[in-house]
């Protein structure tokens, strides 16, 4: 059995086009540096887990991406389309992550590859009806169409796709992203 790739969705962190929603409390400048720090957590997090991850990219040329994260990363353009076609395009098996979840840890990452060992798929409940991660075994197309993407029942809506297929995902504990201000509370070493 081939081992899970993890996949780390990212853009870059340009002013005015990266964590858009922390712009009236941070403004443009401080969103971007917020993003930074979480991007650099995310690939720093999955570089300790030990685990093969590329960065599926966009806003920038990947190139961009190795000389600011690391010139050996394995990094991947995420192409045209919305978030549906983009998660698509990763191969099975997988396991699927965003960059701006301060929580995650190497052991979270670590346990996600192993419950795909011996479970079809995994999922990482986010505090806001998300999720941070989703790891399956077989393409989970399925998992991303038509899902409405950004509201509070993305991660009900996703466990009734598996379950209407017969599959019964590993839930890893609930963790919280960042997508405004008083998300960040908890975590002031990521504030600009």
């Known amino acids: ?19 858009t929603r922390l712009i009236p409390g941070f ?5 971007a540096a917020i993003y930074t720090k979480l991007l650099a957590h995310t690939v720093d997090v999955a570089r300790a887990s ?17 000389e600011a994260l690391g010139a050996g990363l394995q990094v ?38 192993d419950r795909l060992l011996t479970e ?8 806001d009806g998300g999720y941070y991660l989703l790891g399956y075994n077989d393409p989970a197309r399925f998992a991303f169409t038509d899902i409405e993407w950004s509201t509070d029942s993305v991660f009900t809506q996703t466990l009734e796709r598996f379950a ?12 919280s992203d960042v997508d405004t201000a008083a998300d960040l509370e908890a975590w002031p070493q990521f504030l600009p």
């Open 27 to 31: 403004g443009a400048e401080g969103a």
């Open 120 to 127: 079809r798929a995994v999922i990482g409940p986010a505090s």
């Open 164 to 175: 209407a297929r017969g599959i019964r995902p590993a839930i890893l504990p609930e963790l």
């Open 76 to 113: 991947v353009d995420q192409g045209d389309g919305d978030l549906t076609d983009k998660l698509c395009r990763v191969p099975a098996p997988a396991i699927v992550i965003g960059s701006d979840c301060p929580g995650l840890t190497p052991a979270l990452l670590i346990s996600a590859r």
């Open 50 to 66: 030990g685990i093969a991850f590329e960065l599926r990219v966009s806003g920038a040329p990947p190139e961009r991406f190795r």
């Open 1 to 19: 059995m081939t081992p899970a790739l993890i996949s780390i969705f990212c853009r870059w962190p340009a002013p005015g086009e990266a964590k």
